[in-house]
């Protein structure tokens, strides 16, 4: 599995928790980002703190040493333990906070992940165990055991964790697998993926013929589903900065070509190899969620389920984009002045933007990330 992804900026991402259960305790090791669980975000109605008007608070907060933010924690723990949920059969259990561990103060401008040690005794009737939290504390992963017998949760919205027993892991039925990862898959698209959104969007803008539009998209799905394998099964370890730069470029790249290749009925190799070698970028990036998530039981199923998703969430970018300028402007005469070109202008402007922000020379616009 690929270790931990380094997230840039002040995007929300999910936070990550290992649970150890035995027959007299669960032991739940968790990796998050602690200033903004003790800032008061609710991070189920913002993607980047920046959008909460706690930012200020929770920005200095990441300015704070590691003793300092550890005695911050300690102060705000029971009101965070409140939005907490661990469950055996009908029992609350009490949750102890243990061993903090918080890394020295880097840039301020990249998230810095923390390890929680949470503790809770078990009752002696042998009840599974069941672990969640409030939504307003985001989106949490939830990983039992190891390798083919490991059971592994991506929860959102407040939702539980299936009953995980004292012996094994939790069991999950395919379908419940396949739901899972085309949800999670669609999500990463629409409408976390505004990247990806871009991109298609400019895959869009080059031809409203279906042949051209069918061969960028069969190239974008293959190569994207071979790195995000490859990359999951970790025999490719991306560095997460470089690659994020890169789809920037790609963005950039394919909405320039849109501008100055002229109007298309057809599609050349050349485009379609530099698709497909911009799908494999895509797949990296794809999979630095994936590799946190775990893939445990039914890895072949949930890599297909997640592309599903992924290609579900692009066919409707496609479908809405059709739909709203295809359709009714298509055969304009002002199609490709009024649109194609200002749209894919706009579209290179904010890949040129993400460039200089990813490689940090220009700070962040909260509706750009």
Same mark, same amino acid.
């Given at each position: 599995?690929?270790?931990?992804?380094?997230?840039?900026?002040?995007?929300?991402?999910?936070?990550?928790?290992?649970?150890?259960?035995?027959?007299?305790?669960?032991?739940?090791?968790?990796?998050?980002?602690?200033?903004?669980?003790?800032?008061?975000?609710?991070?189920?109605?913002?993607?980047?703190?920046?959008?909460?008007?706690?930012?200020?608070?929770?920005?200095?907060?990441?300015?704070?040493?590691?003793?300092?933010?550890?005695?911050?924690?300690?102060?705000?723990?029971?009101?965070?333990?409140?939005?907490?949920?661990?469950?055996?059969?009908?029992?609350?259990?009490?949750?102890?906070?243990?061993?903090?561990?918080?890394?020295?103060?880097?840039?301020?401008?990249?998230?810095?992940?923390?390890?929680?040690?949470?503790?809770?005794?078990?009752?002696?009737?042998?009840?599974?165990?069941?672990?969640?939290?409030?939504?307003?504390?985001?989106?949490?992963?939830?990983?039992?055991?190891?390798?083919?017998?490991?059971?592994?949760?991506?929860?959102?919205?407040?939702?539980?964790?299936?009953?995980?027993?004292?012996?094994?892991?939790?069991?999950?039925?395919?379908?419940?697998?396949?739901?899972?990862?085309?949800?999670?898959?669609?999500?990463?698209?629409?409408?976390?993926?505004?990247?990806?959104?871009?991109?298609?969007?400019?895959?869009?803008?080059?031809?409203?013929?279906?042949?051209?539009?069918?061969?960028?998209?069969?190239?974008?799905?293959?190569?994207?589903?071979?790195?995000?394998?490859?990359?999951?099964?970790?025999?490719?370890?991306?560095?997460?900065? +470089?690659?994020?730069? *890169? %789809?920037?470029?790609? &963005?950039?790249?394919?909405? =320039?070509? #849109?501008? $100055? @290749?002229?109007?298309?009925?057809?599609?050349?190799?050349?485009?379609?190899?530099?698709?497909?070698?911009?799908?494999?970028?895509?797949?990296?990036?794809?999979?630095?969620?994936?590799?946190?998530?775990?893939?445990?039981?039914?890895?072949?199923?949930?890599?297909?389920?997640?592309?599903?998703?992924?290609?579900?969430?692009?066919?409707?970018?496609?479908?809405?984009?059709?739909?709203?300028?295809?359709?009714?402007?298509?055969?304009?005469?002002?199609?490709?002045?009024?649109?194609? +070109?200002?749209?894919? *202008? %706009?579209?290179?402007? &904010?890949?040129?933007?993400? =460039?200089? #922000?990813? $490689? @940090?020379?220009?700070?962040?616009?909260?509706?750009?990330?």
């Amino acid at each position: 599995m690929v270790g931990a992804v380094t997230v840039s900026a002040h995007e929300v991402q999910p936070s990550v928790s290992d649970v150890i259960i035995t027959e007299s305790e669960v032991t739940i090791t968790l990796t998050t980002a602690i200033e903004p669980l003790i800032a008061g975000l609710n991070l189920d109605e913002i993607t980047d703190t920046n959008d909460s008007p706690l930012a200020g608070f929770h920005d200095r907060l990441r300015a704070l040493p590691p003793a300092e933010l550890s005695t911050a924690l300690t102060e705000a723990w029971p009101g965070i333990a409140e939005q907490i949920t661990l469950r055996a059969g009908d029992t609350d259990l009490p949750i102890v906070l243990g061993e903090i561990d918080i890394p020295d103060v880097g840039d301020v401008e990249v998230r810095r992940d923390s390890s929680l040690t949470l503790t809770a005794d078990l009752p002696d009737d042998g009840t599974p165990v069941v672990f969640g939290w409030d939504a307003s504390l985001g989106g949490l992963i939830v990983r039992q055991g190891d390798g083919e017998s490991s059971y592994d949760a991506y929860l959102t919205g407040g939702a539980m964790t299936d009953a995980m027993p004292r012996e094994g892991v939790a069991e999950q039925t395919l379908g419940q697998v396949i739901a899972r990862y085309v949800v999670s898959g669609f999500d990463h698209i629409i409408p976390k993926g505004l990247d990806h959104i871009l991109f298609v969007l400019g895959l869009f803008f080059y031809a409203l013929a279906w042949r051209p539009m069918l061969w960028q998209v069969t190239a974008f799905t293959a190569a994207h589903t071979v790195t995000l394998a490859l990359a999951t099964l970790g025999y490719v370890q991306p560095t997460m900065w +470089i690659i994020e730069t *890169l %789809i920037a470029l790609s &963005i950039v790249w394919i909405a =320039v070509e #849109n501008v $100055i @290749g002229g109007p298309k009925k057809e599609i050349g190799w050349p485009r379609i190899a530099v698709v497909f070698g911009f799908g494999l970028l895509h797949g990296l990036g794809f999979a630095s969620v994936l590799s946190e998530f775990g893939l445990g039981q039914h890895f072949v199923a949930s890599l297909i389920s997640f592309n599903i998703g992924v290609e579900i969430g692009q066919l409707a970018v496609i479908a809405t984009a059709f739909l709203l300028l295809g359709l009714p402007f298509g055969s304009k005469p002002f199609y490709r002045k009024a649109i194609v +070109i200002p749209g894919s *202008l %706009i579209i290179a402007a &904010i890949g040129t933007y993400w =460039v200089f #922000n990813r $490689i @940090g020379l220009v700070g962040d616009l909260p509706y750009l990330t």
